[in-house]
């Protein structure tokens, strides 16, 4: 098409015959047609648009969530403007500061990893225990996928921002229960490993949060309102971190002893019937996993609360891991008292199980994992978007056309949609009887668009483009 020259491309748009692009990321533009907008690929020509709306308030803002689901996120912007520092199309990293915090969380690691071999707790170090090593070997590695994802820039930053602070904030209380235990016990108990591990955990954290604290251009994320559609499923996954919580508490293990003459079973593993200290931690525990799950499942775009839920999942699962691993090993008899030549003499054996609590955790930790699955696999609404629109061209009526895509496309309807607000969006209070799908969506937008990209020479009248 003719490449038309002049005062629009003074202002930083690109005009092609009756085509306007108004903004760009790495391989598709989006911009305004004769009587419609349009996403096009990315391209030195363009005839007709992969997908197209009509040229009304309610189309544009499908359109945008459109564009955004498909674009990488951080690499979109107003056409001739640059984002962080590169090109519209080359792709947006972690930053500095995205670097600085994935390292904070290598050193963490890199902490954690020291503190598995010098003793811990009693004289015997985490690498001497599987039932101690495995959970913080799951930490470890959990941490070192935040890092990875931060250091990629845009979206994963988030994710692994969001990874990472759900794991710190949950291990916060594991960690502050063992040292409950130098605490109660004395400074005799505790080994290098300890301060080592807590000291990563640390790096961890700041490093997550710092993270968190980086605003990936492109990327949305905050804490929003539930649709309809939405309260079984979260109802769901707020009972089960509660559950989950509450359940952490009561004893887990059972001890069967029995002799030629007697039996008797014992409970063990309540955490109120530990010391203070190591109760406070245990507690802390069931706050954060009831507080995580809860910002979870309001979090937008819900795919990213899915890794904040992830975050909270990982520490728990771990939990349930270490106590089966417990129940696979020998129990001996000097853990109640019992000398092995008493236990030799009286002919005592015992026997390892878990407890109806154990199991009811670990049933909430499941639906928890299912709920997981379903925020990171279930799209959310786009506003405006025709679901029962054809797969071929576009229809001759633009006011009466849903999306259209190209044949070959490869574009589908399956993402995660971000609706930014456009000049007719504003009201955030929902009035003039508009749907409560379309202002939820408008709660999902990132702040940086609250107000929003209007397209050049939009009205309200449906009225076709400027020249």
């Known amino acids: 098409m003719q490449h038309i020259w002049g005062r629009a491309e003074q202002e930083g748009r690109i005009v092609f015959d009756n085509v306007t692009i108004t903004h760009r990321g790495a391989r598709y533009e989006i911009g305004r047609g004769r009587d419609f907008y349009g996403i096009w690929t990315v391209g030195p020509t363009r005839s007709h648009p992969l997908e197209q709306w009509p040229e009304t308030p309610e189309g544009w803002s499908a359109a945008w969530s459109r564009f955004t689901e498909i674009e990488a996120p951080g690499t979109i912007g107003p056409v001739g403007q640059r984002a962080g520092g590169r090109a519209f199309g080359t792709g947006v990293g972690a930053g500095t500061s995205g670097v600085i915090a994935a390292l904070l969380l290598a050193a963490g690691v890199a902490f954690g990893v020291a503190g598995l071999f010098p003793g811990y707790l009693g004289g015997l170090s985490l690498a001497q225990q599987s039932v101690e090593l495995v959970p913080h070997v799951i930490y470890l590695v959990a941490w070192s996928l935040s890092a990875v994802l931060i250091l990629l820039g845009g979206a994963r930053l988030r994710v692994g921002a969001l990874l990472g602070l759900g794991m710190s904030i949950v291990t916060f209380g594991l960690f502050f229960a063992d040292l409950g235990e130098v605490i109660a016990g004395g400074s005799h108990l505790m080994g290098a490993g ?11 954290a700041i490093g997550s949060a710092l993270a968190f604290g980086l605003r990936p251009e492109g990327v949305p994320g905050r804490l929003g309102k539930l649709r309809a559609s939405e309260l079984g499923p979260v109802g769901l996954l707020v009972l089960a971190g509660l559950g989950a919580a509450i359940a952490f508490a009561p004893s887990w293990d059972t001890y069967t002893l029995r002799t030629a ?27 954060a996993v009831a507080l995580v799950v809860i910002a979870a499942a309001l979090w937008r775009p819900i795919r990213h609360g899915a890794a904040l839920l992830a975050g909270a999942i990982i520490p728990m699962a771990a939990q349930a891991i270490s106590a089966l691993i417990q129940v696979a090993q020998p129990t001996p008899p000097t853990q109640f008292g019992i000398s092995s ?41 786009s506003v405006g978007l025709n679901a029962d629109a054809p797969n071929a061209g576009p229809s001759p009526d633009a006011d009466d056309q849903g999306v259209w895509y190209a044949a070959g496309s490869g574009l589908d309807d399956t993402d995660d949609p971000q609706s930014p607000m456009t000049g007719w969006q504003r009201d955030e209070d929902g009035e003039d009887g508009e749907d409560a799908d379309e202002q939820d969506a408008r709660d999902e937008v990132p702040e940086r668009l609250e107000a929003a990209p209007t397209p050049s020479g939009a009205r309200d009248d449906g009225g076709g483009p400027a020249a």
């Open 194 to 204: 300890l301060p080592l591990s807590l000291v990563g955990w640390l790096f961890c």
């Open 261 to 287: 003459t007697a039996t008797q079973s014992v409970a063990a593993g309540n955490a109120f019937s530990n010391p203070g200290a190591v109760i406070a931690g245990d507690v802390m525990v069931m706050v």
């Open 341 to 381: 030549a008493q236990a030799s003499q009286l002919g005592l054996t015992i026997s390892n199980g878990v407890t109806p609590a154990f199991w009811i955790y670990c049933l909430c930790v499941l639906v928890l994992l299912v709920s997981c699955a379903w925020m990171l696999f279930t799209p959310n609404q």
